[in-house]
């Protein structure tokens, strides 16, 4: 199953999402999940309902748990990890999942998504 990581800046808009997402995608796969962390549900939420699949909440701890293709400073300070996007594609893809490749950017800088593949319905 693949599960499309999310991490977005303050002021991101859900178009930033789309952005980032259909960056990632490139006309591949589309994902079975969409993944973030609590405090920035609320955006990835509304991708969700519009794309009619889940939303997984990964708790910010586990993001430290992932190796990540990114190195953030800025991702690193705040959370522990290089990528939020690609940490929660990864938590939420399950053990053993890897990424489909580092984070993609929308257009307007504000969001960026990770893809990350593995066996977790």
């Known amino acids: 199953m693949i599960a499309a990581g999310f991490g977005y800046r303050q002021g991101a808009t859900l178009a930033s999402l789309r952005s980032a997402l259909d960056t990632a995608l490139a006309g591949g796969p589309a994902p079975a999940y969409l993944a973030t962390i609590p405090h920035k549900r609320r955006l990835?939420?509304?991708?969700?309902?519009?794309?009619?699949?889940?939303?997984?909440?990964i708790e910010t701890e586990r993001l430290t748990m992932m190796n990540t293709l990114t190195q953030s400073l800025a991702s690193l300070a705040a959370y522990g990890c290089g990528s939020v996007a690609e940490a929660a594609a990864l938590a939420a893809a399950g053990p053993g999942a890897r990424l489909y490749g580092p984070r993609a950017v929308s257009e307007d800088r504000m969001a960026t998504c990770a893809?990350?593949?593995?066996d977790t319905p």
């Open 115 to 118: 893809l990350a593949e593995g």
């Open 44 to 57: 990835a939420h509304l991708l969700a309902q519009d794309m009619n699949i889940d939303l997984k909440i």
